[in-house]
């Protein structure tokens, strides 16, 4: 890594929230270590060791304390990346569950000791898990088979994806020097949380509303103090996608009015829609 530098400054309430983190020696041998006897947790710590087993191997050490943040977080990146194919039969059952799990730990860590770093490859980490997303089949297209058996893996993974893509840019708009990456950010930001506003599925849409509020939190905490943080993007796009959805629903009400061409399917999911950003606005509001 000899282009990781540690000159890019952070907010204070960042560093002090990392001050007070468990130490990462102790969440790489947590990652380890399997908690339970269910499968979730034995293949995370199956995928855990394995990538430790790889950093060990390249920087010739043998204990938790010598993995550092920058070589697992680079580790879990190289190996999810490698995931991503066309052919997603069996992803939902493959290790992109758990290696998400890891980058979402490692990521904070990363994030506030090599901040570098971090921004070096928050373009490949944004890449990676949109291909996830797309790769997961939708549930517009499920059949009642997938629906009672496959479907409940695919959800576990986008839920998943969703959680760790919000880690992900909460731990690239609290840096100084990042605003080049403002469409990357907008990329990953909409395709990983923002297009499942709407999802069918109960779980997923309460996971980006929850990720998109989180993110909101931060961004109110921090808005304002640092003029070169992205702390403003977030709140941004919610009032841009509010305003969308209450002005489709009002102009295509009066078109419908007017030319009696809308069937009760469309009127359906205009209302849904809008019922939808009604319920979280709720919450975001406040944090805008």
Not at 97 to 115: C, E, R, T, W
Not at 255 to 265: F, G
Request: overall charge negative; glycine content about 4%; hydrophobic content about 40%.
């Amino acid at each position: 890594f000899s282009f990781i530098n540690n000159s890019f400054e952070m907010d204070a309430l960042s560093h002090c929230d990392m001050e007070d983190a468990v130490p990462f020696h102790e969440v790489v041998e947590k990652l380890c270590t399997k908690r339970s006897s269910d499968e979730k947790s034995t293949r995370t710590a199956a995928v855990s060791l394995a990538l430790v087993e790889v950093v060990h191997e390249k920087l010739g050490a043998n204990s938790y304390e010598d993995v550092t943040p920058a070589a697992l977080f680079t580790s879990a990146l190289n190996a999810i990346t490698a995931t991503i194919t066309s052919d997603s039969i069996s992803a939902a059952d493959g290790p992109q569950s758990s290696l998400l799990d890891i980058l979402g730990q490692v990521i904070p860590y990363v994030s506030s000791s090599n901040p570098n770093l971090y921004i070096h490859q928050f373009g490949i980490t944004s890449r990676a898990l949109r291909g996830i997303v797309a790769s997961i089949p939708s549930s517009a297209h499920s059949s009642h088979h997938e629906t009672s058996s496959i479907s409940v893996g695919w959800n576990a993974l986008l839920r998943q994806c969703i959680r760790t893509a919000s880690v992900a840019l909460n731990g690239i708009i609290i840096l100084k020097n990042a605003k080049h990456l403002e469409k990357d950010v907008l990329k990953c930001f909409h395709a990983t949380i923002v297009q499942h506003f709407d999802d069918s599925r109960a779980k997923v849409r309460k996971q980006a509303r929850t990720c998109t509020v989180e993110l909101l939190q931060i961004s109110c905490s921090l808005n304002g103090d640092i003029s070169s943080l992205l702390t403003g993007l977030i709140p941004d796009q919610i009032v841009e996608y509010s305003h969308h959805i209450i002005m489709n629903y009002i102009t295509s009400a009066a078109k419908s009015q007017k030319k009696k061409s809308d069937n009760e399917e469309q009127k359906k999911e205009r209302m849904t829609r809008l019922m939808h950003l009604l319920a979280f606005s709720e919450s975001a509001l406040p944090l805008i």
